[in-house]
């Protein structure tokens, strides 16, 4: 029996041949939002010294999402493209009651900043920068708000028994997309904006860009 699969009418794209989109950003849950949308990127990693970015920034009495903005701007400009591609940077900043928080070291810190965390509300500064030819075009900060339930020290230690490493990588010490959503009792914003890339926002910024359909 012939095979007719090339026959069925295939759905258009929404997103447009040209030009490219990179992000500038490894992070596989900012890749994991834009797939899920449909939208074709190319993945660089961005060598900025960040601890440098954010001393400068707090030297100079900058807020925390001017910061965050700061960190995404570098990146984009840190990753080489073609001409006419656009360029989206991220990064995120934590901020509890007007201190500052990293991505921790170790266990043994992401242990110091849960405990500092717990029982009080922290706002995710996250910060989305978008560069054509090496000129700014758009930027963005949204700024969720998750409130962290006082949970048990027994808790805390198996939480970190089975994440691991893995959230060494996380600014807030937290996965929400996995163990972490254990962690609060409320979360207020978009959900995106907490996994690191504020996908309703990039969206229209690609449609103002005429890069996917109005």
């Not at 903005?69 to 007007?98: N, P, T, Y």
């Amino acid at each position: 029996m012939p095979d007719d699969s090339n026959l069925v009418l295939k759905p258009l794209p929404l997103q447009a041949e040209s030009p490219a989109i990179v992000l500038a950003s490894r992070s596989s849950a900012r890749r994991s939002l834009l797939e899920s949308a449909g939208v074709r990127a190319d993945y660089r990693s961005a060598d900025v010294d960040e601890h440098a970015i954010r001393d400068d920034a707090r030297a100079r009495g900058m807020a925390p999402g001017q910061t965050a903005l700061e960190l995404a701007r570098a990146k984009a400009r840190a990753v080489s493209v073609d001409r006419g591609a656009i360029v989206i940077g991220a990064d995120q900043m934590l901020s509890c009651e007007g201190a500052w928080f990293d991505k921790p070291e170790s266990l043994d810190r992401a242990r110091q900043q849960l405990r500092m965390l717990r029982g009080r509300p922290h706002v995710l500064h996250t910060a989305v920068v978008m560069l054509r030819d090496g000129v700014e075009v758009w930027r963005h900060v949204a700024c969720p708000v998750l409130h962290m339930r006082v949970f048990s020290d027994s808790f805390l230690e198996r939480y970190l028994a089975i994440e691991g490493d893995a959230i060494l990588s996380c600014v807030g010490c937290y996965r929400l997309e996995g163990m972490g959503i254990h962690l609060f009792s409320r979360v207020e914003g978009e959900h995106s904006a907490i996994m690191g890339l504020p996908l309703l926002a990039v969206l229209q910024a690609l449609r103002a860009q005429h890069i996917i359909l109005q």
